[in-house]
């Protein structure tokens, strides 16, 4: 079983208005967008595309002193391997697809890829509202793209990205009558929900399957053969949106190769985020992220490849960070993207500062200046750190590495050997690299690249990329185990110098963990304990604690760290009644000792109160892990009796509602879990039934022992049973 999150409820808000004026500005959106225990989608296959969003323009003056456009500097110079650019519909009509298509010419003639954004409506051809909605208005924004293809030469394409932050109701050819973010769709008489979800999924239908509207006019596909084709033009994140429009391409099987989000986290956004307290970083931005992979897997029936075609922070305007900050984040949100397996490709928010007010937030994201107070194309710092992590793993295929808030160390396999990047590099870490004789390279760009056994004082504290390229040393770790359980691998291990070494230790019945330590250094996480890198001979010794009555035990910091507090006897524990033992907010890591079930609450009150919940069984968790982190007021702890779980989500993820034996739950509107079910886990010796309607009315289907997802399960009208329980019964 897998520890159960139950999440927050996204809220919305933030940038509305300026979304607004970007479209009367001609400048792409910057609209803002929590979980890293989400599931993750598949890795994409394919290449990972460094990109940057660019407003290109034919009479950009170029650098002084050597007239360098912004696009060339960013591929030749900055590293980008792509660049984001819209080629808008009324643009398209009214200049040509030739001569729209000329400003572009210079991304393919300096090796980089375009990532064509189509969008944004014209009154010359969609009457009565901003988006296309009938056939007509369809086939007219397909012949548009298909133009400005041809124009472009599909051969230039990265990928095809269909409208921008539709969600949101962007594009509305009128800016100043675009609805509000959260008005009904106001153009389908049918009903179609906040946002238009379904007006987009038949929009994107018709785009890759004209003939099922009886048009004769070339699909994307034969305009662009082998580009990717992206869908889910949303702000951040919107999970009802997400929902209703890849619900109607799953049940009308259109193929889209990819799903695009935004995770925009300074402001109050459906990413979770507020308008209060310090900007969030690329942490929350990756939680976002997870969250709407999980969206796009559940709405779609299973997992895509994301594309965030828009992330950034500014240093200005409402909510900005420092340049340095801006540079920091830049370097963790790419470095976990491509490490989380999630992403085919980043593209940051902005080349350029956009033209507007020098205390504007969506004009000051940009990684090389405008102009203003100095030459047009002097990179900041964002621009430095972009670009020293480009040249570092230009030449690596993939890179690795747990994206959890605790971990900051990643390796890279590249060309010419291995590498490894940490952020926030300590001076010690630092140290023992570079006397292992690694290049250290500062990925903010702010220093010069340190030789194996220079000085490295100057990079401590930042995000540093090692170099092992030419060394062959390698190290002896010995590792063994005490009375009580055992280590894997044991005994001798060869490592690179340089690299590190994970090794499993497991207790014997009866037995747990005591410690784990030795001359190597590390961290114990869970029963995995990770070595520090390596750059001697060292050894690693695990020692394990006697037979225990003890149920529960929970600590201040991860890895068992703190203050700690044990419960020996079930019972429910919260702060108001003072039976928790540990303040307020305060939990970080947990061991369930024995086969028994515990969930934590945010609440004083357990689940009645709608707080988030987070259910664990036997086992040790950093609670980091499951961003339920400095959260926990109350906790319950259970008999152990096997329990029928509904999860939210697909593949045992969400909120979850859980029964024992002899439950009959007529009605699960009280719990406000009604048409939630996307999963299902049934323990030996259970089975459940569940049904349509309340009362135990309508269709029914019954699960045994196993794990089911809901969305292979179809109904006699051939709907799925995904969010569509309403009672159930477990015998």
Partial sequence: MKPIVKPIAASKGGLKALAALSVVAGALSMVAGANA????????????????????????????GDGKTMAEIALTEMGAVSLRDEASWEEVDDAGAAATAKRFKVIGQNGGKMMLLLDYSNAKYVQGGAFPNTTAERKAFLEYANKIIAAIGPENLAAIEIWNEWSIYLGWFDPWEMPAWDAKCPDDPNGDGRGCPVMYAKLVETLLYPEREGLSVPSLRQAAPGVPVLGHAIEARDRDWTLASMQYLRDHNVQIDGAVVHPYVAFETGCGTTNDGPVPGAQKAMDCL?????????????????????????????????????????????????????????????LQDDIGAIDDSVGNMGLVSRGAGGSPGTPYPAGKAFSALAHFWADCSSVTGSYAASNRTFQASCADGSRQIILAATATELTQASAAGATLVDLLGQQADVPPKGNTSPLAGHPVGIKYDNVATTYTVTASAGAGGAISPAGAVSVNAGATQSFTVTPNSGYSIASVGGSCGGSLNGNTYTTSAITANCTVSAAFAGATNHLVTVYEHINRGGKSKTYDQQGLYQTTKDTLGMANDSISSIEVHQPISVTLY??????????????????????????????????????????????????????????????YQPNLVTVNFNDKASSVFVPSGLTVTLYQDIDYGGETITFGEGVYNLTNYRMRDGASWNDQVSSYVVR
């Fill in 602 to 663: 945010d609440d004083d009150y357990g689940s009645s109160a709608g707080g988030r919940q987070i259910y664990f069984p036997k086992g040790f968790y950093n609670l980091t892990d499951y961003d339920f982190n400095d959260l926990t007021s109350a906790i319950s702890v259970d008999s152990g009796q096997a329990a029928v779980i509904l999860f939210e989500h697909i593949n045992e993820e969400g909120q979850t509602i859980a029964a024992s034996k002899d439950t």
């Fill in 37 to 64: 225990h989400a599931a993750q989608p598949g890795a994409p296959s394919g290449q990972f595309y460094m990109g940057v969003a660019a407003h290109l323009s034919e009479s950009d003056p170029g650098r002084a």
């Fill in 290 to 350: 997870a969250q709407a992979a999980q969206d796009v897997a559940d709405g779609y029936g299973k997992p895509l490849p994301m594309w965030v075609t828009e992330a950034g922070w500014s240093r200005a305007g409402g909510r900005p960070v420092t340049a340095d900050v801006q540079a920091r984040i830049l370097v963790e949100f790419y470095v976990k993207a491509r490490a989380s397996g999630l992403t085919r490709g980043v593209w940051w928010y902005d």
